[in-house]
Antibody, heavy 121, light 112 residues
Framework: QVQLVQSGAEVKKPGASVKVSCKAS????????MHWVRQAPGHSLEWMGW????????KYSQKFQGRVTITRDTSASTAYMELSSLRSEDTAVYYC??????????????WGQGTLVTVSS | DIVMTQSPDSLAVSLGERATINCKSS????????????LAWYQQKPGQPPKLLIY???TRESGVPDRFSGSGSGADFTLTISSLQAEDVAVYYC?????????FGPGTKVDI
């Protein structure tokens, strides 16, 4: 069965960076895209970007351009999302979610359990 | 960016009754080359990640009860729960994946 298991909660100071991992199992990792979506407390969902796990191509939301980097390690079937220059508004639960084929223009059919990132001085 | 709106913000429905949630996109999400609407619906319960219910606007995800159905095309969509069950209490989100950035609606909270 498809599973996406994310790394644990993080507490960071403003200006720092955070890197969240997402380990996939139960399917061929390189055949799909992996998206990252965040949800601030009490808010809706916000798409951050995706990576084609096969060729490593990425696409980011303009809102996060320059601050977010999505990578993958195919040998470990793991995707990563790194967000830099953290501010308090980045406090949120961060989710990885599997997309369809590598094109990325697909619904998100499996989600990780979420990783709470708290930014506080 | 495509803006997604949902109505109502919240609704309370009696057990066994119908719940209807509307979603509008600021531009059409119907892709002419494949005639598919790039619109999905998700259910989120407290403390859980979203769960995919419907994709391509009207295709039910495997394992989703058939009381959930999606309809609409272009820029107007509806999620219907035909007979509300206690376990359907959740927040429901629509999402377009027609163009980046993918965007979600603000959510509709469904209660008993």
């Amino acid at each position: 069965q498809v599973q996406l298991v994310q790394s644990g909660a993080e507490v960071k100071k403003p200006g720092a960076s955070v890197k969240v991992s997402c380990k996939a199992s139960g399917y061929t990792f390189t055949n799909y895209a992996m998206h990252w979506v965040r949800q601030a407390p009490g808010h809706s969902l916000e798409w951050m970007g995706w990576i084609n796990a096969g060729n490593g191509n990425t696409k980011y939301s303009q809102k996060f351009q320059g601050r977010v980097t999505i990578t993958r390690d195919t040998s470990a079937s793991t995707a990563y999302m790194e967000l830099s220059s953290l501010r308090s508004e980045d406090t949120a639960v961060y989710y990885c979610a599997r997309g369809g084929d590598g094109s990325g223009y697909y619904h998100l059919d499996y989600w990780g359990q979420g990783t709470l990132v708290t930014v506080s001085s | 960016d495509i803006v997604m709106t949902q109505s109502p913000d919240s609704l309370a429905v009696s057990l066994g009754e119908r719940a209807t949630i509307n979603c509008k996109s600021s531009q059409s999400v119907l892709y002419s080359s494949d005639n598919k609407n790039y619109l999905a619906w998700y259910q989120q319960k407290p403390g859980q990640p979203p769960k995919l219910l419907i994709y391509w606007a009207s295709t039910r995800e495997s394992g989703v009860p058939d009381r959930f159905s999606g309809s609409g095309s272009g820029a107007d969509f509806t999620l219907t729960i035909s007979s509300l069950q206690a376990e359907d209490v959740a927040v429901y989100y629509c999402q377009q994946y027609y163009s980046t950035p993918f965007t979600f609606g603000p959510g509709t909270k469904v209660d008993i």
